[in-house]
């Protein structure tokens, strides 16, 4: 084996390393604990180069998925971009984009609206599914502002379609969730209530068969509880939809199969 076991630490809050409150961390510590309780490392034994690079890598996959999850990446981001009259497709994404933002995907997207030119009310715009976006008849028509928007999570930056197409320079804000970037080794880190413990724990879990020692009693547990706990204060409260064509804003036309507004 790659390692002789030490004496696993303790799990379920017992010990000195069941971490609670809001506090910033490295990822050197994360790795360095999650070692220490499956064995891997002594109390006070320090992580071998090598070893930490594996645990930093291991930590960035666990970062990389939960990025996927809805519930795990932990704020959202508002961010307006100024659009070009007569332009209704963009990419979107932190670099080499039309708008320089967050990269908003299906899961990330919260909601997209839009400010008429000289006004500062934001009006909401329908997110259509590639199915409702095939479905419609004219994808060249404009207005003065778009009613819908289009995303396709191209990578690496993700591409929007507006319609109709705007004719006018209005102002698209969108609502992303705000994704967890790459961790490096010892840069300090803040994040809210929990997520400190679910990393380490999931860290842990997720360690031991490639480095080579058995999974300690009660570890899946313990990483399955800190995980839940992070994404249940994610949450949100789901609303309750209300049909346009009761809030006299819009409607349903029969003979076109599309919403009418």
């Known amino acids: 084996d790659r390692h002789t076991p030490s004496p696993a630490l303790p799990h379920g809050g017992v010990g000195l390393f069941f971490v609670q409150g809001h506090m910033a961390f490295t990822p050197r510590t994360i790795v360095t604990r999650a070692l220490k309780r499956i064995g891997v490392l002594a109390a006070n034994e320090t992580a071998p180069p090598a070893d930490m690079t594996d645990g930093l890598a291991l930590l960035n996959a666990i970062r990389d998925s939960w990025n996927a999850h809805a519930q795990m990446p932990p704020v959202m981001t508002r961010t307006a971009y100024v659009l070009t009259a007569n332009d209704g497709e963009y990419t979107v994404g932190p670099s080499g984009a039309n708008l320089t933002g967050p990269r908003p995907t299906p899961l990330t997207l919260i909601d997209a609206r839009v400010i008429l030119v000289g006004q500062t009310q934001e009006r909401g715009l329908d997110i259509l599914t590639r199915q409702r976006y095939a479905a419609e008849p004219s ?22 379609t507006l319609l109709p197409i705007p004719t006018t320079a209005c102002t698209l804000v969108l609502y992303v969730t705000g994704l967890i970037t790459a961790f490096s080794v010892d840069t300090s880190y803040d994040f809210k209530e929990g997520y400190e413990l679910a990393f380490e724990l999931e860290l842990a879990r997720l360690s031991c068969n490639p480095f080579g020692v058995p999974m300690p009693d009660g570890l899946v547990d313990d990483a399955r509880d800190a995980v839940g706990v992070v994404k249940r204060t994610n949450e949100d409260v789901a609303e309750l939809g209300c049909d346009h064509a009761l809030t006299g804003d819009g409607g349903y036309d029969i003979r076109t199969d599309r919403d009418s507004y």
């Open 139 to 160: 994808k060249t028509a404009t207005d003065a502002a778009p009613r819908a928007i289009y995303l396709e999570a191209t990578a690496p930056i993700s591409t929007i």
